[in-house]
């Protein structure tokens, strides 16, 4: 498939259809070196990439059980209890995270974070064009500052996304994609 071909056909696969092989280390580093070619106002280089498998996926895990009943004390323990087995739905996760500087005077806090999104965009183009499967997965335990705090992340810094890779059980038929006509816009001048 060529690289624009891959492009239109990206397709994310959930997170318990990804399995062993995961990428290895020299693998996972070519993924996280297309994450360090994401576009980057003033080269503030505002990325931090937090591999997670193996054993730490249980340690995660647990963080997002207790943290989850600190935000929610009400929650029904079964639905809880999921939270624990979240990580290990896939045998390895990337966490990206934008490494803020504030107020700085030429990059606004949201360009480095859209400079971390890009980057994980990036890397999960990366882990396609190498025949893995991933998704990008946030929710609330990615904004918990204790969850930031156990995986090292500042509490200014924005954890924009845990990447979760392996091989795909079952590869998704593309979805029908929004239509161009819909989004695209050729401005005349003020409207
Ligand atoms: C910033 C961001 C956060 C996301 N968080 C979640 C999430 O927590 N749960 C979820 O099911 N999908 C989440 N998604 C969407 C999936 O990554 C994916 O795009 C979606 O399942 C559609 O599949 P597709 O990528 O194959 O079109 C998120 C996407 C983005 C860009």
Redesign the pocket.
Known sequence: MDMLEQLHN?????ANLLVEPAPDDAQIEEIVRAGLAAPDHAKLRPWKFIVIRGDARQALGELFTSATAKREPDMDPEKLEKQRSKPLRSPLIIAVAATITPEHPKTPEVEQILSA?SAL?LMQLAATAMGFGS?????PN?SDNSIKAALGIAAQDEL??FLYLGTAKVT?ET?ERANVADHLEYWQGPV
């Open positions: 990206r397709v994310s696969t959930p999104g965009q998704i990008w997965l946030t929710g990615a924009v996304g998704k979805p």
